[in-house]
């Protein structure tokens, strides 16, 4: 099987790399020339190029392109595609662009492999990144059953682990687990800063340990990465932010009123329902 | 100088442990006989016992007993001071204690060693806990000069880094850094716990990772040390808790108002902001 992945950055030079290692033939197409030589270099594809036409001899494309990218980038890449070729992305998000892309190519299904690092481009590229990790498959009622086969294939061959579901589900479970989080935390960093007592604040600043750090941490991650999550996927993250404001409002209403038996059965709830989600 | 310790878990044990090996001599107290025979053993104390005479010829006392305690601990170990003895505590709230222990011993000053670990008790006992920690010492407008000389030397004796300010302004810094970001966190997994979809919750314990993993540690932690925080600095954590609210409404509001403009510009906010209290 022949693999295209348009789009060199981390995901995308990931997934070539353990790909290769697998003895697929990669194809790999940036818009950059000095990126497509570091893919050669870097072992991340067989061929790569500029030029859309590279993807000719693909059996299955991958795009990993930003999600904003993606309909513009199914759109251009059309004419040089085999009749029969499939096609996949790896966008955080899937409602929009499961509805976009499978009216654009019949043949195409939604993934989400579910890994990073805090580095990314290129040059952040590694080996195994995707090993034990999700990768979620979303096939919707038209999906050809070869899509789901061939995107499965792979998925298991760099040893991720599958999940299958709708894009509503895949948009609304990470909505809980990933995008709630970031509008949490920024929040939070966002309050801290409105203090108006200086010597406060800066007190703050100099206590600021472990536990700040980490509820803080993906409030001051990438804005970017913050804006998309909230744009591709807003039904959801406003869903959940409506949620997560009752039961703020919840936790307030216990402290106002000094209920502190009712504050301390939520506090042990939570204590107990994390690791349902996380090991430590 | 002769330092006695009342409550010998994790932070009494910790001080003890340093300030001995900085030639101190150090007169550990505990409720429990058996840990006082540890104390002994592990080199936290140089005499143990259930007995507060212990106490009579100790210089300086530290109260390491729970917040709930600290009173009632202050008021049973009055008969057995030295006249001039002072007496310090090491509670993560500084405005109720410092109010009600200086009232008991007009010797007394408020501080609070500002370092942890997951686990608790004399067994997790380990040497140089508090080096290069914060060691914050508030006094107050009648506290004697004494007091907050001989914490600062302690203190400065097992490496910290002193802090001074009001207990107000203490109060208020760990409610922004410590307090707040237990109840943001905790109403987190709460607010997922709220999924009525049992396969969107389900799928959402299965993909969740470092970013869900870390903005729910701690409120996902110790129940009775989250109750603690919101009864002893109620009023604190009530206000940051208001302020926060605003911000997450502001978030909610730009997200609902498809203001895109606005949500990345209070990311990069907080982006820009966070490494003003931690670096990474």
Chains 1, 2 share one sequence.
């Not at 990768?135 to 999906?143: N, S």
């Not at 409506?242 to 939520?266: F, H």
Request: overall charge negative; some cysteine; hydrophobic content about 40%.
């Amino acid at each position: 099987m022949n693999i295209g992945i348009i789009g060199l950055g981390l995901i995308g030079g990931c997934l070539g790399l353990d790909l290769r290692r697998r003895d697929y033939k990669v194809l790999g197409v940036s818009r950059q020339t000095h990126t497509c030589e570091r893919a050669i270099a870097l072992g991340i594809a067989d061929e790569a190029s500029v030029e859309l036409s590279l993807l000719k001899t693909a059996d299955l494309v991958i795009i990993c392109t930003p999600l904003h990218a993606m309909t513009k980038t199914m759109t251009q890449i059309i004419p040089y595609l085999k009749p029969d070729a499939i096609v996949t992305d790896v966008g955080s998000v899937k409602q929009p662009i499961v509805e976009q892309l499978s009216s654009l190519w019949p043949n195409f299904i939604g993934s989400h492999p579910m890994a990073g690092k805090a580095e990314s481009g290129i040059e952040a590229t590694e080996a195994n990144l995707f090993q034990a990790r999700p990768y979620v498959i979303t096939p919707v009622v038209q999906t050809p059953k070869e899509c789901i086969e061939k995107v499965a294939e792979i998925a298991e061959a760099i040893g991720s682990q599958i999940y299958y579901c709708s894009p509503a589900q895949h948009d609304q479970a990470v909505a809980w687990i990933s995008h709630l989080p970031v509008m949490v935390s920024a929040s939070l960093i966002n309050a801290c800063m409105q203090e108006s007592n200086q010597d406060v604040l800066k007190l703050a600043e100099n206590l600021a340990s472990s536990g700040f750090r980490d509820t803080s941490r993906v409030g001051g991650g990438s804005p970017e990465l913050g804006l998309m999550m909230a744009k591709y996927n807003r039904t959801e993250v406003l869903r959940s932010l409506g949620i997560y404001q009752k039961q703020l409002a919840q936790v307030i209403n216990y402290i106002e009123q000094e209920d502190w038996a009712s504050l301390e059965k939520l506090l042990e709830f939570t204590s107990q329902s994390r690791p349902n989600f996380v090991e430590n």
